[in-house]
């Protein structure tokens, strides 16, 4: 439903977007994965016709966006990390318009615009100017308004951003609701918890490549039953290598004088050995974290940082 190959953007010297591939199927979830600036954004406005794309081929409902953009918009949904809504008018009139834009009229638009806000939970509230509403409610508008034309595809910009938890519930159920009228769902993230547990199939980006993608259980498999032990006090990378090569299955993912992250099974029972091996390589251990294998434990290991530093 969605086909992504060899995209890359450039905004002059900077590579926003380097070479990435990707499939979405029809009514699956597809979550691109990555901190603010790896490119997320980027790869939307690429697919949704905002941006030129350097080079690549993107094909939406088989249609290539290039070469027939006009029918490729009208199969996509597109819902904006900044909100696409006029604060002036009503809830139903913001949902007039953006159906219209889309050609639709009449009787349609309107049962398809009262069917909606009774979906986001604003059927009582339809009257009232946008201006009013809270945070969540804007953004549950702002989902219905890329809904109003029954997109094939939805394209979907970390739209939980700065949301409060009721309404982020509220969201994602709408999300899981498209995907059963067979929606293909591309979604933008960087809360791990939300693609673990929304998304089919995950791509992880970072700095513009996309260097991992897969199903969970695929991606969990790129990092083994292996646990991730992260130190912060005072290393010498130097010693480090040889001291713990004791332990011929830990890898060092991560080692500088200030930080050290290692990979290793069953983390927790070797704490102790772990620790000794350390102290002997001139350690000093002054903090520690330990992670079980997780989409974030597996960013960790592919790029060496935490998904949000």
């Not at 977007?17 to 490119?39: H, K, Q, R, T, W």
């Not at 519930?169 to 993230?189: F, I, K, N, S």
């Not at 772990?274 to 350690?283: D, I, N, Y």
Request: net charge neutral; glycine share 10%.
């Amino acid at each position: 439903m969605l086909t992504v190959s060899h995209l890359t953007k450039r905004y002059g010297d900077l590579l926003a977007v380097d070479d990435i591939s990707f499939n979405a199927p029809e009514g699956a979830i597809f979550g691109l994965l990555g901190p603010n600036g790896a490119g997320k954004s980027t790869t939307i406005g690429c697919i949704n016709g905002l941006l030129n794309p350097g080079s690549g081929t993107i094909t939406v409902a088989g249609i290539d966006t290039a070469t027939r953009p006009r029918d490729a918009k009208r199969a996509m949904g597109v819902v904006p990390q900044e909100l696409a809504l006029y604060e002036d008018l009503t809830a139903r009139e913001n949902l007039q318009y953006w159906g219209g834009a889309y050609g639709m009229r009449g009787v349609q638009l309107n049962s398809r615009a009262d069917e909606l806000l009774a979906r986001i939970g604003l059927a009582d509230r339809p009257r009232d100017q946008v201006k009013k509403f809270s945070g969540g409610m804007k953004r549950r508008l702002n989902f219905a308004c890329a809904l109003l034309h029954r997109p094939r595809v939805l394209l979907l910009d970390e739209p939980t951003v700065g949301v409060d938890p009721q309404s982020r519930v509220a969201l994602l159920e709408l999300v899981r609701d498209e995907v059963v009228q067979g929606t293909c769902v591309l979604y933008t993230t960087h809360y791990m918890e939300e693609a673990e547990t929304l998304c089919d199939r995950v791509g992880i980006i970072d700095r513009g490549k996309l260097i991992a993608q897969g199903t969970l259980g695929e991606l969990r498999r790129l990092l083994g039953e292996r646990d991730l032990l992260q130190m912060t006090g005072a290393f010498e990378p130097a010693r480090l290598a040889e001291g713990l090569r004791p332990l011929a299955d830990v890898e060092i993912v991560l080692s500088t004088a200030e930080h050290l992250t290692l990979a290793l099974p069953n983390a927790s029972q070797r704490l102790p050995s772990v620790f000794a091996l350390l102290q002997v390589a001139g350690a000093d251990v002054r903090e520690t974290t330990l992670k079980q294998p997780n989409l974030e434990s597996l960013f960790i290991k592919l790029t060496g940082k935490a998904l949000r530093e």
